[in-house]
């Protein structure tokens, strides 16, 4: 037996005993915010004591609504370590979702950036919302809002003192929890134990994982409320690294100007955003010179943009995971046997999934539940298991008779491994839409194309993308007497969309079609669809690049 559980807490009492001097660096609406371990520590005992005053104690759910920053960063660890649990809200999601989101978790505190405060504030509902007793708003000033209850952090913590006895935790004690994005319907929750989060932060220090060590300079895009940013808050103190957070909307240039002044060794975001980075550096004279490695996942990394960042002499990492593994899976590091391979060969190997990481297991089933062969061809759906991936999705009985079998996760991604073990997703058993990291339900675009007057059927598909690595393309039977084409009802359909959703769930194109092909059962037939408009540019670019 462990002589003592295994819990976040030692992270940040090594990382300040060790690294008192090492800074955690923020970039906010009141500018760049510098604190070192020694006093983020400070102010997340504070936290700790106010959050204690507000009531919050075990299995306590504390929502937050904000960006990347140090205010964020001491809600992770003040919140698990009182023993409550810290709920990561993603503020891009539909209204309906966030509602029904904070009403399931039934928050009793709520974070808010104040750049978030009006998404916020549109998705408010009195009786979703009614567990929320106060809400704290990310800064030193309350703005003008229409929520009660209303309060600003340095406010809600300056009255507390530094010292603060942590209350010994079990590691089987919840600590956080992360909803998917709905997909056939409402998001799913999933909670993290303390030893869950403690096992996936000791994984991502390894060299087969994300490496980080105590000299680096850790900077997370991936944003804080996308499944703990991927871990990195964590593992970054654990490590005793320098912390870099980019605050709210960073544009390239914002992610260019810390990288340079702030030494930003190792950083991590969706393709989208390296895209966007990758386009400034070509038109601006500067330079990486500090950047060591850029971990991309959410999306596959195309094959180019792995070449391009080489060429300035930055390693990618291609990395996936899921929100139900906490979520670092795989990992595309070069084995040391491929190192005499030639370039090809090995872009190709960094462009899959990767390597699974250590600590987890992972087989690939086919439809008879056969394991299927490491050869690179045969493709089945792979299912994964180990310390940090969940068993049980929240209160959702139906879904996990559907998504676990045993110890096991059915991930839904449908794979293939090669002889040397390279995990490479080549598609999906559910018809979701992954634009810029960010899920789209075709499901729900579906049922709001469906109740446009001149929409008699419609069903929506996944396309690739340059930049978005997807954009969702409706294809459409209209009414008799629509009497519009297509360009126009694209117009039309983006109004209406944006009554429920927000604009970047607007399918890119609307193809107008005499009958949606269906299955033998009725269902609608994508993949027949994919196949027919396989070679057909369907995506309106000026309208997917805005």
């Keep these: 037996m462990a002589g003592y559980d295994q819990t976040l807490r030692p992270f940040l009492w090594r990382a300040e005993r060790l690294h008192p001097d090492r800074e955690v660096v923020s970039r906010t609406h009141e500018g760049i915010v510098r604190n070192t371990y020694e006093e983020y520590a400070d102010r997340t005992r504070q936290l700790a004591n106010a959050l204690e005053d507000a009531g919050i104690g075990d299995g306590d759910r ?19 370590n009182v023993g409550g649990q810290l709920h990561t809200i993603n503020p891009l999601l539909p209204a309906e979702h966030i509602q029904y989101i904070v009403e399931n978790a039934a928050d009793r505190l709520l974070f808010v950036d104040q750049s978030l405060l009006e998404a916020l504030e549109g998705a408010h509902d009195a009786a979703a919302f009614e567990s929320v007793e106060q809400y704290v708003v990310m800064g030193s000033e309350v703005p003008e809002t229409d929520l009660e209850s209303v309060t600003d952090y340095e406010s809600f913590i300056d009255a507390h003192g530094t010292e603060y006895d942590w209350p010994e935790l079990d590691e089987d004690q919840p600590a956080g929890m992360c909803y998917t994005s709905g997909t056939t319907g409402k998001p799913k929750g999933v909670e993290y134990t303390q030893q869950m989060l403690w096992s996936h932060t000791m994984a991502s220090l390894t060299p087969q994982a994300l490496e980080i060590d105590e000299d680096d300079v850790v900077m997370p895009v991936v944003p804080m409320f996308h499944v703990n940013a991927w871990g990195m808050p964590f593992a970054t103190t654990a490590a005793g690294a320098k912390h870099v957070y980019p605050g709210p909307s960073p544009e390239p240039e914002d992610l260019v100007r810390l990288i340079q002044e702030e030494g930003v060794t190792l950083t991590a975001g969706v393709p989208t955003v390296w895209l966007g980075v990758l386009e400034y550096v070509q038109e601006h004279d500067v330079d990486l010179d500090s950047l060591e490695r850029v971990v991309i996942g959410g999306s596959a990394a195309p094959e180019s943009l792995i070449r391009q960042y080489d060429d300035l002499g930055v390693e990618v990492v291609h990395a996936w995971g899921m929100t139900e593994l906490s979520p670092l899976g795989t990992v595309a590091h070069l084995k040391s046997d491929l190192e005499d391979r030639s370039p090809e060969q090995q872009y190709a190997k960094q462009a899959k999934q990767g390597l699974i990481v250590p600590g987890l297991e992972f087989k690939v089933v086919d439809d008879d539940g056969e394991e299927v062969p490491w ?19 929240f209160e959702r009985p139906q879904a996990n008779e559907v998504d676990f079998e045993g110890s096991w996760l059915k991930t839904g991604d449908i794979v293939t491994v090669d002889e040397d073990g390279y995990i490479q997703i080549v598609d999906r058993t559910k018809d979701v839409i992954k634009s810029g990291g960010e899920w789209i339900s075709s499901v729900e675009l579906e049922n709001k194309i469906m109740a446009h007057e001149a929409v008699s059927e419609a069903t929506v598909v996944g396309a690739p993308h340059e930049k978005w690595q997807e954009r969702p393309v409706a294809f459409v039977v209209p009414t008799d007497d629509a009497g519009m084409d297509e360009d126009e009802f694209l117009a039309e359909l983006e109004a209406f969309i944006a ?9 890119d194109a609307v193809v107008h079609i005499d009958e ?7 269902k609608f037939d994508k993949k027949t669809l994919r196949e027919e408009y396989a070679d057909e540019d369907l995506l309106v670019t000026e309208e997917s690049d805005d």
Aim: hydrophobic share 35%.
């Design 62 to 80: 504390v929502g937050t609504f904000c960006w990347n920053h140090h205010r964020h960063a001491e809600v992770y660890f003040a919140a698990p």
């Design 375 to 393: 050869n690179g061809e045969d493709f089945g759906e792979l299912w994964v298991r180990g310390p940090w991936v969940t068993d049980s999705y």
């Design 499 to 507: 009554e429920d959703y927000p604009d970047w769930w607007t399918p």
């Design 516 to 522: 949606v092909p269906k299955t033998a059962t009725g």
